[in-house]
């Protein structure tokens, strides 16, 4: 079985650009999270998508956006990029909403310049 | 405001030489409290989910415990692939998020 995918793996940006990160989540998984992780720090909590709908906002500024596809899929847009947004950002998936042990992607590794 | 402190930042270990990682938290409505493996560049692994006070949960050289404002996770007799970063994370309140700590930074030596 494949596990949640995340595209692309690796990535740089130039500050004030925008960026889009992109996941598919296990076969079957309704529900997508996304979290922010800074070298260092433990992983930050930025939304959580359930059926297209957005059940959960983290303390993030207005630039960080997502939504979820009918395929259950999900994007995470970031505007007007700064060198503050370079870190590591993982996408989790889960059948339902609250469940044990959310299984996360490798990440996409961002860098802004 | 909902914490979750990790102790120590890191940690060096002889080959066999077991040792507990500590996890507190201060947190309203605690719902679980879960442990991950994190190897460098790859997203957390799923270890174990503890419920309530007194419940203990393991897995090969591992056992997690849970007390009514910490938990530990012992390791016993480790090898060299037991080194990774152990978060801890707490579920709490009404909302579905994670709250992670730091982790701690585990290196066994053969």
């Known amino acids: 079985d494949a596990g949640v995918t995340q595209s692309p793996t690796h990535l740089i940006k130039t500050r004030g650009q925008q960026v889009t990160l992109r996941c598919s989540p296990i076969?079957?998984?309704?529900?997508v999270s996304w979290y922010q992780q800074v070298l260092g720090q433990g992983p930050q909590f930025i939304f959580q998508y359930y059926e297209k709908e957005e059940r959960g906002r983290g303390n993030f500024p207005d630039r960080f956006s997502a939504r979820q596809f009918p395929n259950y899929s999900s994007e995470l847009n970031v505007n007007a990029l700064l060198l503050g947004d370079s870190a590591l950002y993982l996408c989790a998936s889960s059948l339902v909403v609250q469940q044990d042990g959310y299984t996360f992607g490798s990440g996409t590794r961002l860098t802004v310049v | 405001e909902d914490q979750v402190t990790q102790s120590p930042e890191a940690l060096r270990l002889q080959e066999g030489e077991s040792s507990s990682l500590n996890c507190s938290y201060t947190?309203?409505?605690?719902?679980?409290l879960f442990w991950y493996r994190q190897d460098p560049g790859k997203g957390p692994e799923f270890l174990f989910t503890l419920y309530s006070a007194g419940e203990e949960k393991e897995k090969e050289r591992l056992k997690a415990t849970l007390t009514k404002k910490e938990s530990f996770l012992h390791i016993t007799a480790p090898k060299p692939e037991d080194s990774a970063t152990y978060l801890c994370a707490v579920q709490a309140g009404t909302g579905n998020q994670f709250y992670f700590g730091t982790g701690t930074s585990l290196t066994v030596i053969p």
């Open positions: 947190v309203s409505g605690l719902r679980g």
């Open positions: 076969s079957g998984h309704k529900s």
